[in-house]
C-alpha cells in the first residue's frame, strides 16, 4: 500500500514538473513571436522599383473590356497570376477580403496568355468574377515579373508604391503596409530601424509591430 501511494506522489510531481516546462515553453514561444519581425513581399525587381512611374499599357480583360494599367483614381493592384500555379490559387481568399478592406484599390488580375477557355474555366472555377482578369505578356515584361505570384502596388498618381513576390498573405500584405509607411518594403524598413535598436537608451526596439489589414468580412 505505501508502495502504491509512493508511486502515485511520483506521478504527480512529473505531472506537476511537465506542466511547468510547457508553460515555460510557451512563454518563449510568445516572446519569440514578439521579437521576430514578419517578412514582406521579396523584391527581387531589377527593372521596375518604388517610386518610378508606372508603365501605362492597354489590357484586354476576358470579358471584353480594355483597362489601362496605372490609371485609377483609388489606386491599382496588379496581381500577376496563373492557372496552374498552386500558391497563386492559395491567395485567392485573402484578395477577394483585400478588396473589400481596400475598395479604393482596383484589383486587376494578369495572366500572361495562353488558351482563353482554360482561363475562363479558371475564373469560374474559383470564382473570381468580381476581378477584372486580363490577358497580357506584355504587362508582365513591362513590370520585370519573373516569377508568380507577384504583386504591384500603383497610387493614385500612378507611381509604383510597393512591389514584390507575393507567397503568403503577410507577403500580399505588405503591400498595403509599405505604401502606409511611405517605404519600398518592409525589409527596408527594418533595416532602417536596426541602429535605433542597437542603442542602449532606445526605447523603441526596431521590430515593426505588423499590423495587417484587417478583414471586412469573413474570408470565403
Same mark, same amino acid.
Given at each position: 500500500? #505505501? ?24 512563454? +518563449?514561444?510568445?516572446?519569440? @513571436?514578439? &521579437?521576430? /519581425? !514578419? ?11 518604388? =517610386? #518610378?512611374? /508606372? ?8 470579358? *471584353? ?7 485609377? %483614381? =483609388?489606386? +491599382? ?22 478588396? $473589400? /478592406?481596400?475598395? &479604393? ?18 475564373? /469560374? ?20 515579373? *519573373?516569377?508568380? !505570384? ?11 508604391? %510597393?512591389? *514584390? ?8 500584405? %505588405?503591400?498595403?503596409?509599405?505604401? $502606409?509607411? *511611405? ?20 526605447? #523603441?526596439?526596431?521590430?515593426?509591430? @505588423?499590423?495587417?489589414?484587417? #478583414? ?5
Amino acid at each position: 500500500m #505505501d508502495l502504491l501511494i509512493a508511486a502515485v506522489v511520483v506521478l504527480w510531481v512529473l505531472v506537476l514538473v511537465l506542466l511547468v516546462v510547457v508553460f515555460a515553453l510557451a512563454r +518563449q514561444v510568445g516572446v519569440l @513571436y514578439e &521579437r521576430v /519581425a !514578419p517578412a514582406g513581399a521579396l523584391m527581387v525587381n531589377q527593372q521596375v522599383k518604388v =517610386g #518610378d512611374p /508606372a508603365p501605362q499599357i492597354a489590357v484586354e480583360t476576358l470579358t *471584353g473590356k480594355t483597362l489601362m494599367t496605372a490609371q485609377s %483614381s =483609388g489606386g +491599382q493592384l496588379l496581381f500577376f497570376l496563373a492557372p496552374d500555379c498552386p500558391i497563386c490559387k492559395s491567395l485567392l481568399p485573402v484578395l477577394k477580403t483585400l478588396q $473589400r /478592406a481596400e475598395p &479604393r484599390v482596383v484589383v486587376l488580375l494578369v495572366s500572361d496568355g495562353g488558351d482563353v477557355s482554360e482561363h475562363r474555366q479558371f475564373v /469560374a472555377d474559383e470564382k473570381l468574377e468580381q476581378f477584372d482578369y486580363g490577358l497580357s505578356e506584355v504587362v508582365g515584361r513591362s513590370f520585370g515579373v *519573373g516569377k508568380l !505570384p507577384y504583386g504591384v502596388l500603383i497610387d493614385k498618381h500612378g507611381v509604383i508604391a %510597393s512591389l *514584390g513576390i507575393v507567397n503568403s498573405r503577410e507577403h500580399l500584405e %505588405s503591400l498595403f503596409e509599405a505604401e $502606409r509607411l *511611405g517605404i519600398a518594403s518592409i525589409q527596408d524598413y527594418l533595416q532602417q530601424e536596426t541602429p535605433a535598436a542597437a542603442a542602449p537608451d532606445a526605447k #523603441d526596439t526596431g521590430v515593426l509591430h @505588423y499590423h495587417p489589414v484587417k #478583414d471586412a468580412a469573413k474570408e470565403q
